[in-house]
């Protein structure tokens, strides 16, 4: 039997029926309070299972702001809590109801987009010059700092470091995508994940302002659109780059390949 959405909030939250979840980082911080700024209670290693008591805004964190209450009465940011939900999946603190829209987005992609950010972005175990001189490391990872001091992982990466690497940095770009796509606009995770994988490679500004993104918004097919939009973005530093040309139209089947799950306006 398939449940209705009510039917999971009420086992999510039911006592009788207490889901656990499992943690996604190494060494991940429960906190006093949902926050980064709040005291480290104690850490949960990678694997290990957790049982959510309530939600609730707090401290972003690659692109999420929610904080879960653990049974272990700290808050441990959701976004190193696998729910199989980009959003609320109980009650928040303090009674009220959780957001009925998943979150607004999925904040992370299918298996098929990370496969193939990965495989067009290429491998780099220590920072350096991509084909067009910006620093960068693990799978596209562009440095902030100097040698990519900012990465929380130690060089050289390994590739398990690098995709985890990848997967604190995709929600930045599907956060943007989400804000310049309308809710008007239905997305299965194909779609959803090929397009975050343009974001990633072109930036947030550049689809914000692309032709793109204004025609989904008008009501054109997204298949269509995808199509004719995707293969105009082969250029990087005055040039077209046969790499970009090939990832369009890696984009453009993962965009077109059916799927029944949407991912945009909200996960299901």
């Known amino acids: ?57 707090g401290t972003t964190v690659s692109g999420d702001s929610i904080w879960d209450k653990t049974s272990d009465g700290c808050y441990v940011a959701d976004f190193y809590v696998k729910t199989g939900v980009n959003g609320y999946v109980t009650s928040r603190c303090g009674g009220s109801a959780p957001p009925t829209n998943g979150g607004g987005y999925c904040r992370r992609i299918n298996a098929a987009g990370m496969s193939l950010v990965e495989q067009w972005e290429g491998f780099v175990a220590r920072p350096k010059p991509d084909p067009i001189g910006l620093p960068t490391v693990g799978y596209g990872h562009l440095c902030q700092q100097s040698n990519c001091a900012e990465v929380k992982y130690s060089f050289p990466l390994t590739r398990a470091t690098a995709e985890s690497l990848l997967a604190d940095d995709i929600p930045k770009y599907t956060s943007c995508l989400a804000s310049a796509i309308s809710d008007r606009v239905v997305l299965n995770d194909n779609q959803w994940a090929a397009l975050a994988s343009w974001t990633f490679n072109v930036g947030c500004g550049n689809v914000k302002t692309s032709t793109l993104v204004k025609r989904l ?52």
Not at 29 to 57: H, L
Not at 257 to 265: G, L, T, V
Request: charged fraction near 15%; proline fraction near 7%; hydrophobic fraction near 30%.
């Open 1 to 57: 039997m398939r449940l209705t959405p009510v039917a999971i909030l009420i086992a999510a939250v039911s006592p009788s029926l207490a889901a656990t979840y499992p943690i996604t980082g190494d060494g991940v911080n429960c906190r006093s309070g949902p926050g980064t700024s709040y005291s480290v209670v104690k850490s949960y290693s990678k694997g290990q299972s957790v049982s959510i008591t309530c939600q609730t805004p």
């Open 217 to 268: 918004n008008n009501g054109e097919s997204p298949n269509t659109v995808a199509e004719q939009e995707l293969p105009k973005w082969r250029m990087a530093g005055g040039q077209v780059m046969q790499g970009l040309v090939n990832r369009r139209k890696a984009e453009v089947e993962l965009f077109k390949e059916a799927s029944s799950k949407q991912a945009h306006p909200s996960c299901s």
